[in-house]
Nanobody, 129 residues
Framework: QVQLVESGGGLVQAGGSLRLSCTAS????????MGWFRQAPGKGREFVSA????????YYADSVKGRFTISRDNAKNTLYLQMNSLKPEDTAVYYC??????????????????????WGQGTQVTVSS
């Protein structure tokens, strides 16, 4: 089983940048997809970005497209989320997640939290206006 640990959150002013990291340990970092989600107080868990391992494709929510970039370093077993031009509405707890595979079920959309098998503990991002 893969364990995921996020880091890099913090307090930043609007317009600033942060880079989140998600380090995997345990079994080989070879999930079908890795994703970032966020959850603001009183709201559900929202898709932010995803990355499919087999083809290297990236996916973004419309709200972050052009501002956030997902990437990974295989040698370090680490997934990143570079966040630029941050806005107060980006304030949330950010979670890293792994989708192990989908044998025997429909191809995942990558945008639904229920599709993911393993979650990190989350890291707080606060953007002040």
């Amino acid at each position: 089983q893969v364990q995921l640990v996020e880091s890099g959150g913090g307090l930043v002013q609007a317009g600033g940048s942060l880079r989140l990291s998600c380090t995997a340990s345990g079994r080989t970092f070879s999930s079908y997809a890795m994703g970032w989600f966020r959850q603001a107080p009183g709201k559900g868990r929202e898709f932010v970005s995803a990355f499919t391992q087999i083809d290297g494709l990236t996916y973004y929510a419309d709200s972050v497209k052009g501002r956030f970039t997902i990437s990974r370093d295989n040698a370090k077993n680490t997934l990143y989320l570079q966040m630029n031009s941050l806005k107060p509405e980006d304030t949330a707890v950010y979670y890293c997640a792994a989708l192990n595979g989908y044998i025997g079920r429909a191809r995942p959309t990558l945008r639904a939290a229920r599709e993911y098998d393993v979650w990190g503990q989350g890291t707080q991002v606060t953007v002040s206006s």
